[in-house]
Nanobody, 130 residues
């Protein structure tokens, strides 16, 4: 059974940093792409970052480039999202998601609907406020 469990969300001040984790089980993380997505109240879910199933490259939405870093630890079955210089507009519930048929990066930087990605975690809440 595919399972994705996010953790690490917290209240952080503007300009602060946070690291999110996503623990994967039920599939081999090494062979599939995976992405981070977020949804703020009243807004559409959007792609943040991803590791491509095609070539293992990491891609980012323009809004987080230079501030967020995504990494993967295959041995620990975990992907991470290091977030720095956080802004109030980064506040959202953050989800990790994967797909076995298509590259999740299509939904982060490729213009494909995020809802085309098949497997989702329950999310972790990030609040950015002073």
């Amino acid at each position: 059974q595919v399972k994705l469990v996010e953790s690490g969300g917290a209240l952080v001040q503007p300009g602060g940093s946070l690291r999110l984790s996503c623990r994967a089980s039920g599939f081999d993380l090494h062979y599939f792409g995976i992405g981070w997505f977020r949804q703020a109240p009243g807004k559409e879910r959007e792609g943040v970052s991803c590791i491509s199933s095609r070539d293992g490259s990491t891609k980012y939405a323009d809004s987080v480039k230079g501030r967020f870093t995504m990494s993967r630890d295959n041995d620990q079955r975990t992907v991470y999202l290091e977030m720095s210089n956080l802004k109030p507009e980064d506040a959202a519930t953050y989800y990790c998601a994967t797909d076995f048929e298509t590259d999740p990066c299509n939904a982060v930087v490729g213009g494909v609907s995020v809802y085309a990605v098949d497997y989702w975690g329950r999310g972790t809440l990030v609040t950015v406020s002073s």
